[in-house]
């Protein structure tokens, strides 16, 4: 176990990009006697005016050149920045001396994320890339059961996602802004941002990808702009297991929503039965959010805490433990997170190549 960064008080900490999903990843900092709130930054006046309401006594800024001039003394950063300043933005923070927890992606380039690798390495700072799938309570489950042998061998697994246009919380006009520029850089919203964590849950349950092959679509939602679906993706992990992942859009569809419209299912399918994460961020199907089917039996889990926000809460005050005790696995840090790049990677290169299979470890 690595020695802790902060053993002896709370960590002190500063949120820097106070957009939408603030909202959710604030749940771990709120009344955690690990942490200080210190310093919130943003270059937008009313985000910080708003989100000061959380924190009254922590100092605002509008960008992290006036946060780092201004001496304050603290330890690590949430960082929940545009996906394309992420590889600056990450050097910048690393390099003023601060633990950074990330958000996904890691970033968009190969070259990039090796370099924001390095430069943790070389800074002696932790570079934590967060993945709250990971600690979805029913995906846990999911997990603990497969790895059980209750449904037996596995003999393969499938994962579902259909983004819809109607329902859920208001997403600003900016944000969708830059989620298009992404898009236009070649990074659709659907595989490369929401669908990271989807590549993070397929490595996470079976390990690594030897080869993967994708058909990747695309929808015109407004005039110019268009979004990457209808998508299919299918992959061998290196112990055998196949998965497959479809991801569609159905723009008229309504559903139930504390957060985005996006209705998910994993299925993992073993020699003598299945197991089925029933949705995840919405809540298209009103049942429970685990079933286990095994010779003639369904077992439903009813009381798992299966609200999609409560995944930010647990995945941050981990991170939060971890600085505080050296507790690890990071899930994930930065080598995790290339191995997530790189195979959402080789699905574009596959794609390119009118669908052949790509082995993730040759993109180096
Ligand atoms: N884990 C998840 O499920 C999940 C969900 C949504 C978004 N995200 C990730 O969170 C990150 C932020 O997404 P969002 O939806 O909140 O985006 P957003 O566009 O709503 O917010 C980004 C914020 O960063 C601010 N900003 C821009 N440049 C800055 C800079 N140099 N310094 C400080 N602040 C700056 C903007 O003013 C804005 O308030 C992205 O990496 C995204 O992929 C993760």
Known sequence: MPSPAV???PVRAAFVGLGRIYDLNRLAYRGNPD??????????EDRRLERQADWPDAATFESVDRLAAAGLEFDAVEALLPIAHHAEGVSELLG???????????????????GMAAA??????????????????????LKQVVDSGE???????????VASGRGGW?????????????????????????????????????GPVREVRAWIGNTEVIPGIGVDAPTTLVWEH????????????AVDMFLRSDYYTNDERW??????????????????????????????????????????????????????????????????????????????????????????????????
């Open 96 to 114: 003023n001396g601060w633990h950074v927890n990330l958000q996904k992606p890691i970033c968009n380039d190969l070259d990039e994320a090796v």
């Open 170 to 206: 208001n997403v600003p006009g900016g944000t969708y802004d830059r989620q298009f520029a992404q898009a236009q850089r070649g990074r659709g919203t659907l595989l490369f941002d929401d669908g990271w964590h989807k590549l993070s849950t397929a490595l996470w349950l079976f």
């Open 35 to 44: 942490v200080e709130v210190v310093a919130l930054v943003d270059p937008s």
């Open 151 to 161: 449904i037996g061998e596995v003999v393969g697994y499938h994962l579902k996602m």
């Open 238 to 249: 290196s112990n055998g297991v196949r998965g497959v992942w479809d991801i569609t859009l």
């Open 267 to 364: 299925e993992v399918t073993g020699r003598h039965g299945f197991a089925r994460v029933n949705r995840c961020t919405a809540r298209g199907l009103q049942e429970p959010s685990l079933e286990v089917y095994r010779d003639g039996e369904l077992r439903s889990h009813h009381a798992l805490d299966d609200d999609w926000a409560s995944s930010f809460r647990d995945s941050g005050r981990h991170w939060l433990r971890f600085l505080r005790t050296g507790e690890g696995p990071l899930l994930w840090g930065a080598d995790q997170a290339l191995d997530v790049l790189r195979l959402a990677l080789a699905a574009y290169a596959s794609n390119e190549s009118g669908g052949i299979g790509i082995d993730p470890a040759s993109l180096v």
């Open 120 to 141: 943790a390495g070389a800074s002696g700072r932790h570079l934590r890339v967060m993945e709250n799938y990971v600690f979805y309570e029913p995906l846990r489950r």
């Open 7 to 9: 053993p002896d008080r």
